[in-house]
T-cell receptor, first 113, second 116 residues
Framework: QKEVEQNSGPLSVPEGAIASLNCTYSDRGSQSFFWYRQYSGKSPELIMFIYSNGDKEDGRFTAQLNKASQYVSLLIRDSQPSDSATYLCAAHYSGGSNYKLTFGKGTLLTVNP | SQTIHQWPATLVQPVGSPLSLECTVEGTSNPNLYWYRQAAGRGLQLLFYSVGIGQISSEVPQNLSASRPQDRQFILSSKKLLLSDSGFYLC???????????????FGPGTRLLVL
């Protein structure tokens, strides 16, 4: 059973601070990982993907992957109220021919002005 | 560019009524398509996925079914809705990532279904 675990939150940070969102996964065969942002009432939108150990930066967002610890994180620098949303972590296992993602339940982030 | 459409956007249906939700993709051919459900307070649950016309794989046994009559059309159906079918239904399609190595799923706008 492939599982992705996230702290449901809510995680509350002040505007301008760094928000740190964490995710663990159970299947060591998982090879790539995705962070989606979902505003209330809207569909998830992709923020970043990562598949190599280490950090990957894109603007204010940094994804971190540690395959030995089966741990993925998303850092949001200079958090803005517009970053307030639920963040979904997903893992992709490329074994076999089934191209599926396993999603965590999401972490609710609130950025306070 | 590729776009994904879903309709209707919202739907209120009585228990026991039938259901048909439609998803269409533009700007690509032979996409992998997925149906997810997101119930209140729960995560995304994969319901069905399809790798081609007429090819449907079911992830969770339930009173829902899916069909893919055309390459870029994916339909979610039910003959008799249950209260537990309420939720946010999302269609997604799979594309290779920009570097062509890994894949990504992109979501449509979703259909919010309330069964009363």
């Amino acid at each position: 059973q492939k599982e992705v675990e996230q702290n449901s939150g809510p995680l509350s940070v002040p505007e301008g601070a760094i928000a740190s969102l964490n995710c663990t996964y159970s299947d060591r065969g998982s090879q790539s990982f995705f962070w989606y942002r979902q505003y209330s009432g809207k569909s998830p939108e992709l923020i970043m993907f990562i598949y190599s150990n280490g950090d990957k930066e894109d603007g204010r967002f940094t994804a971190q992957l540690n395959k030995a610890s089966q741990y993925v994180s998303l850092l949001i620098r200079d958090s803005q109220p517009s970053d307030s949303a639920t963040y979904l972590c997903a893992a992709h296992y490329s074994g076999g021919s089934n191209y599926k993602l396993t999603f965590g339940k999401g972490t609710l982030l609130t950025v306070n002005p | 560019s590729q776009t994904i459409h879903q309709w209707p956007a919202t739907l209120v249906q009585p228990v026991g009524s039938p259901l048909s939700l439609e998803c269409t993709v533009e700007g690509t051919s032979n996409p992998n398509l997925y149906w997810y459900r997101q119930a209140a307070g729960r995560g995304l649950q994969l319901l069905f996925y399809s790798v081609g016309i007429g090819q449907i794989s079911s992830e969770v046994p339930q009173n829902l079914s899916a069909s893919r009559p055309q390459d870029r059309q994916f339909i979610l159906s039910s003959k008799k809705l249950l209260l537990s079918d309420s939720g946010f239904y999302l269609c997604a399609w799979r594309v290779p990532n920009r570097d062509g190595i890994q894949e990504t799923q992109y979501f449509g706008p979703g259909t919010r279904l309330l069964v009363l």
